[in-house]
């Protein structure tokens, strides 16, 4: 199936550092979200986008919804250790269909 | 309830037996998903549902799967005949009606060992 280029696939970092993770389509989306799985969990939501260009906010997280419209960055500023999980991004193409298209996800470690 | 039920958390099932999934959406939500997520990671979009009505069943293998959303009862996923390859994590999820706006709730999935 049909899915967003993610990257980077894993990052171990240290507590306290601050991470970027990216995801690119060959397609334009009309919303970007992002969202966090945690083991044996479903995704969480952290933050979604809807218009090119928008940069939004929730507490360390950071993202941002690219000008082509294919692309999205999330930024985790100063990171804890709770922060560990895989990140995802999904698009939403604009029409009707509402079904998510999903990248692979970023597993992210942090060392206390 | 503000959260997606999902029933049972585990199932196991011997190859070529039957397999029943539940999910109970968000009260007042219209859309459901499911979603299978592979050894990979990677969310396959199975089929959604805009109350009881199919929206968009592009994603299912229609030879073994079904799904249904009654009024007044959990929807539901159905494998018939399981394979070994349908060993996944099957999650729900449920939106408003103005779809992605307030993003999609998902549940905690339904882990399905086909053995």
């Known amino acids: 199936g049909q899915q967003l280029n993610q990257s980077p696939q894993s990052m171990f970092i240290q507590e306290g550092e601050d991470v970027s993770m990216n995801c690119t389509s060959s397609s334009i989306f009309n919303t970007w979200l992002w969202y966090k799985q945690d083991p044996g969990e479903g995704p969480v939501l952290l933050i979604a986008?809807?218009?090119a260009g928008e940069l939004t906010s929730n507490g360390r997280l950071t993202a941002q919804f690219g000008i082509t419209r294919k692309d999205s960055f999330l930024n985790i500023s100063a990171s804890i250790p709770s922060d560990v999980g895989i990140y995802f991004c999904?698009?939403?193409?604009?029409?009707?269909?509402?079904?998510?298209?999903w990248g692979l996800g970023t597993s992210l470690a942090v060392n206390p | 309830g503000e959260e997606v039920a999902q029933t049972p958390k585990h199932l196991v099932r011997g190859e070529g037996q039957k397999a029943k999934l539940y999910c109970a959406p968000i009260?007042?939500?219209?859309?459901v998903f499911w979603y299978q997520q592979v050894l990979k990671n990677e969310f396959k979009f199975l089929i959604s549902f805009q109350n009881e009505n199919v929206f968009d069943e592009t994603g299912m293998p229609k030879e073994r799967f079904s799904a249904k959303c009654l009024p007044n009862s959990p929807c539901s996923l159905e494998i018939q005949a399981t394979k070994l390859e349908d060993s996944a994590v099957y999650f729900c999820?449920?939106?408003?009606?103005?779809?992605?706006?307030?993003?999609?709730?998902f549940g905690s999935g339904t882990r399905l060992t086909v053995v």
């Open positions: 009260k007042g939500h219209s859309y």
């Open positions: 999820a449920s939106s408003q009606s103005q779809g992605a706006r307030y993003g999609y709730t």
């Open positions: 986008l809807y218009k």
């Open positions: 999904a698009g939403q193409y604009a029409g009707n269909n509402r079904k998510l298209i």
